[in-house]
Every structure is written in structure tokens, then in C-alpha cells.
């Protein structure tokens, strides 16, 4: 039972990929230590900056996200997931490189607003500009009306939660970066989203559902389900 071998394709970022490993941990039903899934995790840090890059100013991460995906395959993993949202504008590149499937956050993600949420029809999202930049929410959300929030609010809070002085990405998960998203948030609500997805996996570790008076989804939550779902099913 839970023998599966799955994979983190991590280090985008550090804190965002232990996450994920804690999620997986929470989604398995287990009594004992011996009952949990054996988990390989590559937090391959040194990956460039996938915002940077998609935007053009950076350097092109696949080389590296495909070396660490190359490691969890010799590995033997037999399914893996990307605990970074920007990062699945590149997941074809990857996916074509390893044997064993990489699961879409964006395609679980559809899959779970529709079977959980079918009645709602307009979305808010919190995600980096390039995630944004992507398309990749229009891509996969298609059947529902999206809001994002103003270009002033993207770039003077939601951007400024992640990457500021004392955002998230320096290890902050409280205060200045709690109220840029809860203020990034608020003006999602009034432009009548009747639930925000937390697109960005830093976003996750700070805001949280009961900081908000609408549905919050995190799709890394979400994959941490299925996963560990699939993987149980699989071996029945």
C-alpha cells in the first residue's frame, strides 16, 4: 500500500517546494510512517528565474528543469509534480524529455473548480506577472470569466508580497506580504470574483482560506491530492 515513488521537480522556490512535500504528507492516509508514499525531491534552487525568463530578460530554465527531471527519472519515479505555477509554461519542454508523467496544475486545477465548484463563474487570480504573461489561465480556465488585479496592484503588492525586500521569497510569510495580498485580494472581490486561485505556490504559504470570505484554491493543494489519490487508486 502507497509503494508509488513519486517526485518534486523543486527549488522554485525552496520553502514553496517543502510545502508541496507537506501537502503530499497530509493528503495520504496513513497510521505509521511505513504507510507514506516514498517521496523524491530534487529543490534544484539554482534553476533561473522563470518570470525573468519568459519575459525575456532572463535565462532559459528548462536546460536545468530538465537535468532535475532526469534525476528523479533515474531515480525511478513513477509520476511527479511542479511545485512552481510560472514554471508549467514549460512543462511540454520537460515532459518530452522523461518517461513518467508530469502532473499539470493548471489541467487538475480546471478538473477541481468544475467538480467542486460548478457554479461559479467568475474568478479572481493572485499569481506573478509571469505567470500572467503566460496566458496559461485563459489556456485552461477558458469556461469561466477571469479578473486580475489592476497593473498598479500587480506590481506594487501581489509582486512586491514575492519578490520585495521583505516578501516572500525572503523568507517572510506574515505581515508586510499578508496585507499586500489581502489588499491585492480585497480589489479582486470588488470586481465581483466569487473565488480567488492562489497561482503563485509562494502566494500559498502566506494567505491562506480563512483570510478571505470567498474560496481560495490552491492548486498545489490540489495536485497534492491528486496524487497521492492516483497513486493509491493505481495500486488497488
Given at each position: 500500500?502507497?509503494?508509488?515513488?513519486?517526485?518534486?521537480?523543486?527549488?522554485?522556490?525552496?520553502?514553496?517546494?517543502?510545502?508541496?512535500?507537506?501537502?503530499?504528507?497530509?493528503?495520504?492516509?496513513?497510521?505509521?510512517?511505513?504507510?507514506?508514499?516514498?517521496?523524491?525531491?530534487?529543490?534544484?534552487?539554482?534553476?533561473?528565474?522563470?518570470?525573468?525568463?519568459?519575459?525575456?530578460?532572463?535565462?532559459?530554465?528548462?536546460?536545468?528543469?530538465?537535468?532535475?527531471?532526469?534525476?528523479?527519472?533515474?531515480?525511478?519515479?513513477?509520476?511527479?509534480?511542479?511545485?512552481?505555477?510560472?514554471?508549467?509554461?514549460?512543462?511540454?519542454?520537460?515532459?518530452?524529455?522523461?518517461?513518467?508523467?508530469?502532473?499539470?496544475?493548471?489541467?487538475?486545477?480546471?478538473?477541481?473548480?468544475?467538480?467542486?465548484?460548478?457554479?461559479?463563474?467568475?474568478?479572481?487570480?493572485?499569481?506573478?506577472?509571469?505567470?500572467?504573461e503566460t496566458g496559461l489561465f485563459e489556456k485552461y480556465l477558458d469556461?469561466?470569466?477571469?479578473?486580475?488585479?489592476?497593473?498598479?496592484?500587480?506590481?506594487?503588492?501581489?509582486?512586491?508580497?514575492?519578490?520585495?525586500?521583505?516578501?516572500?521569497?525572503?523568507?517572510?510569510?506574515?505581515?508586510?506580504?499578508?496585507?499586500?495580498?489581502?489588499?491585492?485580494?480585497?480589489?479582486?472581490?470588488?470586481?465581483?470574483?466569487?473565488?480567488?486561485?492562489?497561482?503563485?505556490?509562494?502566494?500559498?504559504?502566506v494567505l491562506r482560506p480563512y483570510?478571505?470570505?470567498?474560496?481560495?484554491?490552491?492548486?498545489?493543494?490540489?495536485?497534492?491530492?491528486?496524487?497521492?489519490?492516483?497513486?493509491?487508486?493505481?495500486?488497488?
Open positions: 500500500m502507497n509503494d508509488k515513488l513519486i517526485g518534486i521537480l523543486g527549488g522554485m522556490g525552496p520553502e514553496a517546494t517543502a510545502e508541496c512535500y507537506l501537502k503530499i504528507i497530509r493528503a495520504t492516509s496513513a497510521r505509521k510512517d511505513q504507510e507514506h508514499f516514498r517521496v523524491i525531491i530534487d529543490s534544484n534552487a539554482k534553476i533561473p528565474d522563470r518570470t525573468e525568463a519568459i519575459s525575456g530578460r532572463g535565462e532559459d530554465p528548462v536546460p536545468e528543469m530538465i537535468h532535475a527531471a532526469k534525476n528523479l527519472e533515474k531515480l525511478d519515479v513513477e509520476v511527479a509534480c511542479i511545485p512552481c505555477m510560472t514554471a508549467h509554461y514549460f512543462i511540454e519542454d520537460v515532459q518530452k524529455e522523461v518517461s513518467y508523467p508530469l502532473l499539470n496544475a493548471f489541467l487538475e486545477l480546471k478538473k477541481f473548480i468544475r467538480n467542486f465548484y460548478p457554479d461559479i463563474s467568475k474568478i479572481g487570480i493572485l499569481a506573478t506577472t509571469g505567470t500572467l469556461h469561466l470569466d477571469i479578473v486580475y488585479p489592476t497593473p498598479m496592484t500587480q506590481n506594487e503588492k501581489v509582486m512586491k508580497s514575492i519578490y520585495g525586500e521583505n516578501g516572500i521569497k525572503s523568507g517572510n510569510t506574515d505581515g508586510e506580504p499578508l496585507q499586500l495580498l489581502k489588499d491585492a485580494s480585497q480589489e479582486l472581490l470588488d470586481n465581483g470574483a466569487q473565488l480567488i486561485i492562489s497561482g503563485c505556490t509562494e502566494i500559498g504559504l483570510h478571505l470570505p470567498v474560496p481560495l484554491v490552491d492548486p498545489m493543494e490540489v495536485v497534492a491530492n491528486v496524487v497521492v489519490k492516483e497513486s493509491v487508486y493505481q495500486q488497488s
